[in-house]
């Protein structure tokens, strides 16, 4: 048996395929370094190469030992813990009286699509976790541009507004700026993990989205994706002064950016982002406009109580924005508490996975997932406890909707992907 065919006969035994490029170069090494040994003893070049196979032993179980050491990491507590957060997301759409908003009753309805939206999560996260993640890195440029033309597209040409939000919809499929974002976090983990492009180029590819969320007025998106292209900047393989500078000279254009946006609002004739930032500090002068819902969520959290409120509170988007105060509502602090321990046992989790991993396009894809994922979920949380103004940011996996399900599908399935193939991020980012 040629070395060749030792190699082959062993990677055959080996079922997760992308072993099978690492474990056939670390044979082929060992093999060569053999038959060299082989070779400084006297032994022909084909003497050599049988002896140095027949050192190895079977290749049958070489290769069976080589499946059981590279078979692809489950993250069963990350999956359970997702799985319970799925589960306890049809406690708002069960305890949620839909008459007042729509006179009838449609909770068998939202049951229905909530179930649909869990479906095509959970076909997402599938594909996505046997879909070798690495493969995207080379399309890094194609998704930045694309997610810049989808921006650019709502900007200049949406067919309506849904909440203040520009969207495209054609038919049943509509367009919006949150679909950018997974894709824009994906793309700069690939530029940041290799040194191809200018560092001034990279600020720019940054900035340019923040401009365009801005303009587009989702303050939600633009504070999650900032944070995570930060978080990605901070990994990079950037030297610490570059990093410096970029990090001065990009804080700055935020700082002005902030500070004209307060100037327009007071100058410019918009008074109704001021009056949400009045209502918020001081919701009781707004009682009967942006302060309602701010007075409405506190009596609902004081009434709570450790078990639930005696009786029952409507509550606007009840199942999608204000889905945890819903169910605290509903079922207590109790449950409440509970809930809220799954949602960042979520985040400690994923933050043990990238721990030990090296600088690479893997890790950087596990950092930005679990940034977005974890303000999305501080920041729900104390905004339903009145700590921070209220903004149309869902729980992840608790809020209705198939759009943030989607999203966040994508991101747990990058993140179970990396996690699956971890034996193999063992290359760190280049440094020169």
């Given at each position: 048996?040629?070395?060749?065919?030792?190699?082959?006969?062993?990677?055959?035994?080996?079922?997760?395929?992308?072993?099978?490029?690492?474990?056939?170069?670390?044979?082929?090494?060992?093999?060569?370094?053999?038959?060299?040994?082989?070779?400084?003893?006297?032994?022909?070049?084909?003497?050599?190469?049988?002896?140095?196979?027949?050192?190895?032993?079977?290749?049958?179980?070489?290769?069976?030992?080589?499946?059981?050491?590279?078979?692809?990491?489950?993250?069963?507590?990350?999956?359970?813990?997702?799985?319970?957060?799925?589960?306890?997301?049809?406690?708002?759409?069960?305890?949620?009286?839909?008459?007042?908003?729509?006179?009838?009753?449609?909770?068998?309805?939202?049951?229905?699509?909530?179930?649909?939206?869990?479906?095509?999560?959970?076909?997402?996260?599938?594909?996505?976790?046997?879909?070798?993640?690495?493969?995207?890195?080379?399309?890094?440029?194609?998704?930045?541009?694309?997610?810049?033309?989808?921006?650019?597209?709502?900007?200049?040409?949406?067919?309506?507004?849904?909440?203040?939000?520009?969207?495209?919809?054609?038919?049943?499929?509509r367009l919006h700026t949150w679909m950018a974002l997974p894709f824009l976090v994906v793309s700069l983990a690939g530029f940041l993990?290799?040194?191809?492009?200018?560092?001034?180029?990279?600020?720019?590819?940054?900035?340019?989205?923040?401009?365009?969320?801005?303009?587009?007025?989702?303050?939600?998106?633009?504070?999650?994706?900032?944070?995570?292209?930060?978080?990605?900047?901070?990994?990079?393989?950037?030297?610490?002064?570059?990093?410096?500078?970029?990090?001065?000279?990009?804080?700055?254009?935020?700082?002005?950016?902030?500070?004209?946006?307060?100037?327009?609002?007071?100058?410019?004739?918009?008074?109704?982002?001021?009056?949400?930032i009045a209502a918020f500090l001081k919701p009781e002068s707004y009682s009967d406009s942006s302060g309602y819902m701010i007075l409405?969520?506190?009596?609902?959290?004081?009434?709570?109580?450790?078990?639930?409120?005696?009786?029952?509170?409507?509550?606007?988007?009840?199942?999608?924005?204000?889905?945890?105060?819903?169910?605290?509502?509903?079922?207590?602090?109790?449950?409440?508490?509970?809930?809220?321990?799954?949602?960042?046992?979520?985040?400690?989790?994923?933050?043990?996975?990238?721990?030990?991993?090296?600088?690479?396009?893997?890790?950087?894809?596990?950092?930005?997932?679990?940034?977005?994922?974890?303000?999305?979920?501080?920041?729900?949380?104390?905004?339903?406890?009145?700590?921070?103004?209220?903004?149309?940011?869902?729980?992840?996996?608790?809020?209705?909707?198939?759009?943030?399900?989607?999203?966040?599908?994508?991101?747990?399935?990058?993140?179970?992907?990396?996690?699956?193939?971890?034996?193999?991020?063992?290359?760190?980012?280049?440094?020169?």
């Amino acid at each position: 048996m040629s070395s060749k065919e030792f190699v082959l006969a062993v990677t055959r035994r080996i079922r997760a395929k992308e072993a099978h490029q690492q474990v056939a170069e670390e044979l082929t090494n060992h093999l060569q370094e053999s038959k060299q040994t082989w070779l400084r003893k006297g032994y022909s070049e084909e003497e050599a190469e049988q002896k140095a196979v027949a050192a190895m032993g079977s290749a049958s179980q070489l290769g069976k030992n080589m499946d059981k050491i590279h078979r692809p990491a489950w993250d069963f507590w990350l999956i359970g813990i997702i799985s319970l957060l799925l589960a306890a997301s049809f406690i708002p759409i069960l305890s949620t009286d839909f008459q007042p908003q729509f006179g009838r009753d449609l909770t068998g309805y939202y049951i229905q699509h909530r179930l649909l939206h869990i479906v095509l999560g959970i076909g997402l996260i599938t594909v996505l976790l046997y879909f070798d993640y690495r493969k995207l890195q080379r399309f890094s440029l194609f998704l930045y541009v694309s997610s810049i033309l989808l921006l650019l597209f709502l900007l200049f040409a949406p067919n309506t507004f849904i909440n203040g939000q520009a969207i495209f919809q054609f038919g049943p499929l509509r367009l919006h700026t949150w679909m950018a974002l997974p894709f824009l976090v994906v793309s700069l983990a690939g530029f940041l993990s290799e040194r191809t492009y200018n560092r001034w180029l990279l600020a720019g590819f940054i900035i340019l989205p923040i401009v365009l969320f801005t303009l587009l007025s989702n303050l939600s998106a633009l504070m999650l994706y900032t944070a995570a292209a930060a978080v990605l900047f901070g990994y990079s393989y950037l030297p610490r002064k570059v990093k410096t500078s970029v990090f001065a000279v990009v804080g700055g254009i935020g700082l002005s950016m902030a500070a004209f946006s307060v100037y327009a609002y007071h100058r410019l004739l918009m008074p109704y982002q001021t009056e949400r930032i009045a209502a918020f500090l001081k919701p009781e002068s707004y009682s009967d406009s942006s302060g309602y819902m701010i007075l409405l969520l506190k009596d609902a959290m004081a009434e709570a109580g450790l078990f639930g409120a005696k009786m029952p509170l409507y509550i606007p988007e009840a199942h999608t924005d204000y889905a945890l105060v819903q169910l605290i509502h509903s079922y207590g602090y109790a449950a409440g508490i509970l809930v809220i321990g799954l949602l960042l046992a979520v985040t400690i989790r994923i933050g043990w996975m990238a721990r030990n991993l090296p600088r690479s396009y893997g890790k950087l894809l596990i950092l930005a997932s679990v940034t977005i994922y974890s303000i999305q979920s501080v920041y729900s949380i104390l905004m339903i406890f009145g700590l921070l103004p209220l903004t149309g940011m869902s729980l992840p996996f608790i809020s209705y909707g198939l759009l943030p399900m989607l999203i966040h599908a994508f991101l747990l399935g990058m993140v179970l992907s990396v996690y699956r193939r971890k034996l193999y991020v063992t290359k760190p980012m280049t440094l020169t």
